[in-house]
């Protein structure tokens, strides 16, 4: 983790491949690169397209949800009882990693 925070302090504090105006999101292969994803024996791998060729919302589908703010406001109650549930999940998983030690 520490590696992590290194590297984006270095470029100053933004996320790598992104700009100050937007995400600069390119495909990492050239089109007609064969992509290997095939999962049956008689299927054939899919070929990657050109960029303008994908939809829109895929360039955008790792970015984090902002919707989170808005549904705490509309029921803190919700979001109160999300938080413990993840907070005591985190627990378990901690004293459970700690006992098989």
Not at 21 to 50: E, N, Y
Not at 59 to 76: K, M, Q
Not at 77 to 87: C, D, S, Y
């Amino acid at each position: 983790m520490w590696r992590f925070v290194q590297r984006r302090m270095w470029h100053g504090g933004r996320v790598l491949g992104q700009t100050a105006q937007g995400p600069a999101v390119k495909s990492s292969c050239l089109a007609g690169t064969p992509l290997k994803l095939d999962i049956r024996k008689d299927g054939r791998d899919p070929v990657a397209m050109r960029d303008e060729e994908y939809p829109e919302w895929l360039w955008h589908v790792l970015e984090p949800a902002t919707g989170g703010d808005a549904s705490a406001r509309a029921d803190p109650l919700a979001a109160r009882r999300k938080e413990l549930r993840r907070k005591h999940r985190n627990e378990i998983k901690q004293s459970n990693y700690l006992s098989q030690l």
